[in-house]
């Protein structure tokens, strides 16, 4: 064999990243072993498979990109041998790649993920979050395999298993003078602070559910960050809307919360299982994917107090 697989991995990773000290950070890879695997690639394919760019990366040559797209190819051939030759033998083996909708990530993730290692000890969840522009991008590129996200706008070459909906709720601090009722209409918030997880479609939606019923927040802080979120409304900066309750009802610093149903018929959000439809699914993509169809449900979400 005049290169290896472990090469054309290091390879594809490069080009992925379009920088070598990028790529070492991303596969946790010496940069001497990406450098040396990509010279020892272009000496066997004889063709030029970047374009050094001074201080600026490098990109792939024309000749390297259909390279790449022939190596990231039979790099999905092997693996789905190897978790083949692991289904004769009743094991599953390999890797999949998760991205997670980024409020989803710290609350969902975890016990899912390691419920399915837990299972299935031949496999390797490696996980990423972003939001739904980069999951979906990861998702084209062939970085992640399958994305955990939200039924937001997604195009007509992803496929999209639902797994539950989601209901909006008001977030508290424990000591709120509302935090007491057993649900919370958005008319008797419209003088209390909002705190708006601004995400990219995510604002959108909650601010959504303000115009349908002709109201206005008063909006006091924009975050991206769930803990932030929760922080700050758990201090009494304000109010917040989220459709995920974690079970710990504390924010980092011990602060308590409360969640109380969002009064009305709200449009929820679905939470659900994202891939690439002209992507062949591998054995370890179907097995994660039925075993999400399996955890995740109206009766029970890992990371949640039951829905």
Same mark, same amino acid.
């Given at each position: 064999m005049q290169f290896?697989?472990?090469? #054309?991995? +290091?390879?594809?990773?490069?080009?992925?990243a379009g920088s070598i000290l990028r790529a070492a950070e991303n596969i946790h890879v010496s940069q001497p072993s990406i450098s040396n695997a990509i010279a020892h690639l272009e000496e066997v394919?004889? @063709?030029?498979?970047?374009?050094?760019?001074?201080?600026? =990366? *490098?990109? #792939?040559t024309t000749a390297g990109g259909q390279i790449m797209e022939k190596a990231k190819a039979l790099l999905r051939d092997a693996e789905e041998l190897r978790s083949f030759a692991g289904k004769l033998s009743d094991?599953?083996?390999g890797s999949i790649n998760v991205g997670c909708f980024i409020p989803i990530a710290p609350v969902v993730t975890p016990e899912l993920c390691h419920a399915y290692m837990q299972s299935h000890g031949?496999?390797?969840?490696?996980?990423?979050?972003?939001?739904?522009? $980069?999951?979906?991008?990861? #998702?084209?590129? =062939?970085?992640?395999?399958?994305?955990? &996200?939200?039924? *937001?706008?997604?195009?007509?070459?992803?496929?999209?298993?639902?797994?539950v909906e989601l209901k909006p709720h008001v977030l508290l601090a424990a000591g709120h003078r509302l935090a007491?009722?057993?649900?919370?209409?958005?008319?008797? !918030? &419209? $003088?209390?602070?909002?705190? !708006? %997880?601004?995400?990219?479609?995510?604002d959108n939606y909650f601010m959504s559910l303000f115009a349908s019923d002709d109201l206005k927040p008063r909006i006091y802080a924009r975050t991206r960050h769930i803990e932030v979120q929760r922080a700050l409304v758990a201090r009494? +900066?304000? +109010?917040? !809307?989220?459709? %995920?309750?974690?079970?710990?009802?504390?924010? %980092?610093?011990?602060?308590e919360? @409360? +969640?109380?149903? #969002?009064? =009305?018929?709200?449009?929820? !959000? &679905?939470?659900?299982?994202? &891939?690439?439809?002209?992507?062949?699914?591998?054995?370890?993509?179907?097995?994660?994917s039925e075993f999400c169809r399996e955890q995740i449900s109206s009766e029970k979400i890992? =990371? *949640?107090?039951?829905p």
């Amino acid at each position: 064999m005049q290169f290896t697989l472990k090469q #054309l991995a +290091y390879f594809v990773a490069a080009g992925e990243a379009g920088s070598i000290l990028r790529a070492a950070e991303n596969i946790h890879v010496s940069q001497p072993s990406i450098s040396n695997a990509i010279a020892h690639l272009e000496e066997v394919f004889q @063709v030029q498979l970047f374009i050094r760019h001074h201080a600026q =990366g *490098m990109s #792939l040559t024309t000749a390297g990109g259909q390279i790449m797209e022939k190596a990231k190819a039979l790099l999905r051939d092997a693996e789905e041998l190897r978790s083949f030759a692991g289904k004769l033998s009743d094991r599953i083996f390999g890797s999949i790649n998760v991205g997670c909708f980024i409020p989803i990530a710290p609350v969902v993730t975890p016990e899912l993920c390691h419920a399915y290692m837990q299972s299935h000890g031949g496999v390797e969840v490696n996980v990423s979050e972003g939001n739904q522009a $980069e999951l979906l991008s990861a #998702l084209k590129k =062939g970085a992640i395999d399958v994305a955990l &996200t939200y039924d *937001m706008q997604l195009e007509s070459d992803v496929g999209f298993i639902p797994l539950v909906e989601l209901k909006p709720h008001v977030l508290l601090a424990a000591g709120h003078r509302l935090a007491a009722r057993d649900e919370i209409s958005l008319a008797a !918030l &419209t $003088e209390e602070k909002f705190i !708006l %997880l601004d995400l990219p479609l995510s604002d959108n939606y909650f601010m959504s559910l303000f115009a349908s019923d002709d109201l206005k927040p008063r909006i006091y802080a924009r975050t991206r960050h769930i803990e932030v979120q929760r922080a700050l409304v758990a201090r009494g +900066y304000g +109010y917040s !809307l989220a459709n %995920l309750r974690p079970i710990n009802r504390h924010s %980092l610093d011990g602060s308590e919360l @409360v +969640y109380r149903p #969002l009064a =009305g018929v709200n449009r929820g !959000l &679905t939470l659900g299982i994202a &891939t690439l439809n002209q992507v062949r699914k591998t054995i370890v993509v179907d097995s994660f994917s039925e075993f999400c169809r399996e955890q995740i449900s109206s009766e029970k979400i890992p =990371g *949640m107090t039951q829905p």
